[in-house]
T-cell receptor, first 113, second 115 residues
Framework: DAGVIQSPRHEVTEMGQEVTLRCKPISGHNSLFWYRQTMMRGLELLIYFNNNVPIDDSGMPEDRFSAKMPNASFSTLKIQPSEPRDSAVYFC???????????FGPGTRLTVL | AQTVTQSQPEMSVQEAETVTLSCTYDTSESDYYLFWYKQPPSRQMILVIRQEAYKQQNATENRFSVNFQKAAKSFSLKISDSQLGDAAMYFCAYNSNFGNEKLTFGTGTRLTIIP
């Protein structure tokens, strides 16, 4: 089975531009998580969905960040406008109800110049 | 709120030797799940081992085993017969409700394998 798929793997953009990160969870999984990894803050949850509904978005830094899950097989994380401090690795992870393990995608390394 | 602490930013071990990575956590819950994830230079987060708090028996996966001390809130990872491919960042993580809540991560331990 394919694992969690994220695209792009690398993204370099200039400050002020819109950035969209994409995630396809493992088929059959009904929970999806977006994490961000930085040197300063480590790994932290941004938002997670259960059955396509956002459950906890308390980790979303500010209004510049938004996430959607229009269906069970696709989610996006959008940053508009992007800033240099948004530079990080963004991970998507998924799991299914009754399972205790989250499975991670390969991550997207975002660099905002 | 739960917290996870990894007090060893870096560790090193000779190839074929055994190394133990430390992790402590703080929670008021009685049922929860603990994990060790490995992050090699490729940055992929790979599950190494998991432990259910209600199970007293320590989890084991091949060369990887844990020492779970619930009363002390300690969850250390032992790697036996260390191999060059074990070199990575290792993160301890906590989850309170199967996988359907957020993972709380420690700050990680960078493990170096000396040939």
């Amino acid at each position: 089975d394919a694992g969690v798929i994220q695209s792009p793997r690398h993204e370099v953009t200039e400050m002020g531009q819109e950035v969209t990160l994409r995630c396809k969870p493992i088929s059959g999984h009904n929970s999806l998580f977006w994490y961000r990894q930085t040197m300063m803050r480590g790994l932290e949850l941004l938002i997670y969905f259960n059955n396509n509904v956002p459950i906890d978005d308390s980790g979303m830094p500010e209004d510049r960040f938004s996430a959607k899950m229009p269906n069970a097989s696709f989610s996006t994380l959008k940053i508009q406008p992007s800033e240099p401090r948004d530079s990080a690795v963004y991970f998507c992870a998924s799991t299914q109800t009754g399972e205790d393990t989250q499975y991670f995608g390969p991550g997207t390394r975002l660099t905002v110049l | 709120a739960q917290t996870v602490t990894q007090s060893q930013p870096e560790m090193s071990v000779q190839e074929a030797e055994t190394v133990t990575l430390s992790c402590t956590y703080d929670t008021s819950e009685s049922d929860y799940y603990l994990f060790w994830y490995k992050q090699p230079p490729s940055r992929q987060m790979i599950l190494v081992i998991r432990q259910e708090a209600y199970k007293q028996q320590n989890a084991t996966e091949n060369r990887f085993s844990v020492n779970f001390q619930k009363a002390a809130k300690s969850f250390s990872l032992k790697i036996s017969d260390s191999q060059l491919g074990d070199a990575a960042m290792y993160f301890c993580a906590y989850n309170s409700n199967f996988g359907n809540e957020k993972l709380t991560f420690g700050t990680g331990t960078r493990l170096t394998i000396i040939p």
